[in-house]
């Protein structure tokens, strides 16, 4: 598995979990949490047209992804803000040195991801500001 | 803006009993992109500290730090840095920044492309929530 096909299954679960949690946020951290969605289904799609692009096959979508129970905004927005920093350290971990192609793909996501994560953690309460986005603690 | 990517340092010519043995000479060159992104770590921090941005310091600050860590025994001196008027100024130095640190994540195959990577996306974040 490539660290693109990775990323791209981490790209499908945050959208189920999008899916699965945004029903329960109202007001900003809802336009957010929808605005996020959509720049991860935008971030599959241009993956599944690299693969296409490429002639590679690109890995499917699961049919259900393990997420906690979602029961209020609190836990919804919990959720979403552990969605976002798996993907991010998702990303990063295609940074280093192999096929300069890929590497570059997992760059672009990666520096998106940082960029979606900072937005949540700030709408929900959390400090934006991190020097090693994703890097495991 | 903050580049001088392909000055190369020259630093630490260490000669063995000061020159008194026929000792071969040792040159060390630094890396000019991490020169480079040390430059540009201490100019942001130093306009988001000024701009009450002291969170968006401190991570500079972290990233000046490791930089310098890795330039040893090449460190380069504190310069002058450039002033930024406000956010809007200092958020668009952050995207330029982030720029600058993609390219040199992608212009090496060695270990650094991973920090350069990550402080190209610090600054970007930076960059966004300033917007």
Sequence with gaps: ??????GLAAEYAAIYAYGAAAVHL?????????????EHRSRRDALLDYYDANGLEAPSAEAGYDIEPITDAEGAQRLLLAVEERVTATWRAGLAPGPLGEREICLDRYTESAVSLARWRLAVGVAA???WPGRPQ | ??????VLLVGAVAL??????????TIIIADPDLSDALHTARTLAHNAEALGYSDIAQDHLTHAAT????????????????TFADAAALAEAEAEASIDAVYACLGTDTDFAVVFGEIAASRAAHAAVLA
């Design chain 2, 67 to 82: 930089l310098e860590r890795l330039l040893l025994p090449n460190v380069v001196a504190e310069e002058a840095v450039a």
């Design chain 1, 1 to 6: 598995m490539t660290a693109v096909d990775t």
């Design chain 2, 1 to 6: 803006m903050f580049t001088t990517r392909r």
């Design chain 2, 16 to 25: 063995a009993a000061a020159g008194c043995t026929r000792e071969t000479a």
């Design chain 1, 129 to 131: 500001a991190d020097p």
């Design chain 1, 26 to 38: 109202d007001g900003d951290p809802r336009a957010l949490a929808e605005e996020l969605e959509a």
